[in-house]
């Protein structure tokens, strides 16, 4: 093998063009593409910034012509030589190098290469697990070039946006106490302190709190977090935040600071134009209009209640579910009186999976009205229908019975289905939504117990503290999340700031002063300390590149991630370790399965 011996690249692979015609240039990188053609050899080097090609001439360079014939995909390469025009319409119009060649003189081969597994190449039905066994490979090709430049951007962006805001970048431990509220914890055993455990936090939740009680006032932190929990394809057992916290604040303040960054990050990147301020939907309003508190408001296809319509109608199944304290709630599905019997069973089996019972339907034909449950509706209460969900000839109309949770559920689900189906969703369209005044609250009937929505720490609407006593379960939530084309990308609320109106929430939450004390003792100390009113927010940021570079799967954006197993298949983590390293950490495994 060849080694550098003083050559330094002149630029990358993806710099030339024709004002260097005539120039001596020296490139590096890996060969993408080798055609040998006889007389003439060409390669297209590939580094991350893109490609050029460079010619092997016999006449021009007979000893490097030589050596070229050695060469295969992958070899590491560098060459030099002149920059030349390519041959009259042999310009290749898709590179930004398309237009000159390389002439090549000198030749160093500097590191051979196995055949690669796949290819190294955009389009590829390779298996993602053999992607992720060869990562290293799999990175090598531009389309996850592209993204991780697109990830190294956005950090760049964020971090000037929230200099020029006053805030102060500041890393809190990845080492800290275990304190389950949600998720499990990964916990990392301690040598120095046998049979006691650090654990990796879900989220630097508390020492942002902490940091304002502190005084310093705004905070941000591209940081990691990290959660024991099942995977699926937006998730990972480790995954990245941009975090952020500010003090004498109220949630419009924060909203604005997180929606002047979204301003900045769409329109650099995507040249669109966010509107200010985003539009606000309550999480009831979400509820009832779209069946999901992160709606995709792309498209229309609302969900409309028709309860106080049919509360005394003849169908059974509508009537005694509203007197048992559900809903009928149905969707409009314009134009689509053709669908066949299959597609409504399908559409059927799907909001079964939603525990809905089943999805009754009524086609709006040209001859009149199909529908199994008109012989049970009067003439009245089939018009009233029909107006209150602007029904025309050509429409089918999908109605479920249930309780608010299934009818929200399973109609949210078919809504999407539909807006899939009918291609009613703009792939380049960015619809931002907040969503507010969640519930504090919800009653967990398995444990017998409330459970915070959001989590622990945060404030209830002021005028609605009273109803903690008295009626919990209607304490709305100084929370809010951002919604992006149907994604929840961000989460936050104005926090609590006083001692004993946490300590009333834990109360209620089950948390005792013992366990509060012993969990949260140091943030409940702070807030005795003049802790300032103060609130922020944590973006997805994987999830938000996800939906920038327009990836099918959170891993693509990751350079490492792990499956939904939570594995490494690259470096075979997790691993059994050494019993000297056990012993050491005064650790016994239980291999009982």
Known sequence: MDHLNGWKRTGSCNYLNQSHLGRQVTLMGWIHRRRDLGNLIFVDLRDREGMTQVVFNPEHAPQTHQKAHDLRSEYVIAVKGKVGPRPEGMANKKLATGEIEVMVEELKILNQAKTPPFLIEDETDTGEDLRLRYRYLDLRRPCLQNILKLRHRIYQLTRRYFDQEGFLEIETPVLTKSTPEGARDYLVPSRVSPHTFYALPQSPQL??????????????????????????????????????????????????????????????????????????????????????????????????????????????????????????????????????????????????????????????????????????????????????????TGDILFFIADTPEVTAAGLGALRLALGQKLKLIDPNKYNFLWITDFPLLEFDSEEDRYVAIHHPFTAPVEEDIPLLDSDPLKVRSQAYDIVLNGQEIGGGSIRIHQKELQSRLFAKLGIHEDEAKLKFGFLMEALEYGAPPHGGLALGLDRLIMILAEAASIRDVIAFPKTLKATCLMTDAPNAVAPEQLKELKIKLNTEK
């Not at 229309?300 to 199944?317: M, R, W, Y």
């Open 207 to 392: 020492f942002k709190q902490i940091l304002m009680v502190a005084g310093y006032d705004r905070y941000f932190q591209i940081v990691k977090c990290f959660r024991d929990e099942d995977l699926r394809a937006d998730r990972q057992p480790e995954f990245t935040q941009i975090d952020l916290e500010m003090s004498f604040v109220e949630k419009d303040d924060v909203i604005e600071v997180v929606e002047g960054l979204m301003r900045e990050i769409f329109e650099k990147e995507k040249q669109v134009s966010i509107p200010q301020p985003l539009p606000r939907l309550t999480f009831q309003d979400a509820m009832d209009r779209y069946g999901n508190d992160r709606p995709d408001t792309r498209f229309g296809l609302e969900l409309k209640n028709i309860s106080d319509l049919v509360q005394n109608c003849q169908f059974k199944v509508f009537s005694d579910t509203i007197q048992k304290g559900g809903q009928v709630k149905g969707i409009n599905a314009k134009g689509c009186a053709t669908f066949s019997r299959k597609e409504i069973d399908d559409l059927s089996n799907l909001v079964k999976i939603y525990k809905a019972k089943g999805l009754a339907w009524m086609k709006m034909n040209p001859d009149g009205i199909q529908s199994p449950i008109k012989k049970f509706l009067s003439e009245e209460e089939i018009t009233d229908i029909q107006e209150r969900m602007q029904a025309e």
